[in-house]
């Protein structure tokens, strides 16, 4: 089946520790996003790319890194700068087509998300 | 900057209520809304609403576009328990990305 995967999904971090979060897509998507959700708040944009090896900060990127070695797959990278990373994350995906210099997109499919604990 | 805005930001009702839930969006380079409904974890897609006026249906859910007005509702008509989630509205540019509203929490009661 396609769809996108997220792991694990619950994950505890000591504080000072960089922790890597898992995402993964077989629907042959060119964009991938990752979202942060905190309690009672709607979702707010890491980081997202467009494309393999290219990526862009998104509103709080900060203690935050990422790459994009393959199509299917966008790793996020907490780091111990991230000064408050106890949250729920969301990764997800859409088509992104390009047309010259504009680029629309099509809906985005989440994973199931991993929520990240710090003791 | 841009942003989207929703409301009420928390509905409570008894089932067989109907509802409507409001979004409003200053998306610079505006190409679509799109709603999403999230339960206990990822959101799962509900509508995308790229022309004004045109109402898109699925079972007791509907939702409208209103490019002048720069807005979007969600109705449920009949609610169920079944229906108790979070709503999220985002609103997609051109430039790929996604800005979400917060969401309006609607608990349906038996």
């Known amino acids: 089946d396609g769809g996108i995967t997220q792991s694990p999904k619950y994950l505890f971090r000591k504080e000072g520790q960089n922790v890597t979060l898992s995402c993964e897509q077989n629907?042959?998507?060119?964009?991938m996003y990752w979202y942060r959700q905190d309690p009672g708040q709607g979702l707010r944009l890491i980081y997202y790319?467009?494309?393999?090896?290219?990526?862009q900060k998104g509103d709080i990127a900060e203690g935050y890194s990422v790459s994009r070695e393959k199509k299917e797959s966008f790793p996020l990278t907490v780091t111990s700068a991230q000064k408050n990373p106890t949250a729920f994350y969301l990764c997800?995906?859409?088509?992104?087509?390009?047309?010259?210099?504009?680029?629309?997109?099509?809906?985005?499919?989440f994973g199931p998300g991993t929520r990240l604990t710090v003791l | 900057e841009d942003k989207v805005v929703q409301s009420p930001l928390s509905l409570v009702v008894h089932e067989g209520d109907t509802v409507t839930l409001n979004c409003s969006y200053e998306?610079?380079?505006?190409?679509?809304l799109l709603w999403y409904k999230q339960e206990k974890k990822a959101p799962t897609f509900l509508f995308m609403l790229?022309?004004?006026?045109i109402e898109k249906k699925s079972g007791r859910l509907s939702s409208i576009l209103d490019k002048k007005e720069l807005s979007s509702i969600l109705n449920i008509t009949a609610t169920q328990t079944g229906d108790s989630a979070i709503y999220l509205c985002?609103?997609?540019?051109?430039?790929?990305?996604?800005?979400f509203g917060p969401g309006t929490r609607l608990s349906v009661l038996p």
């Open positions: 997800a995906s859409s088509i992104g087509s390009t047309s010259g210099a504009r680029i629309s997109t099509d809906t985005q499919y």
């Open positions: 985002a609103g997609n540019n051109y430039g790929q990305n996604f800005v």
């Open positions: 629907l042959n998507h060119d964009a």
């Open positions: 790229t022309s004004s006026g």
């Open positions: 790319s467009q494309i393999v090896n290219d990526f």
């Open positions: 998306v610079t380079n505006f190409r679509s």
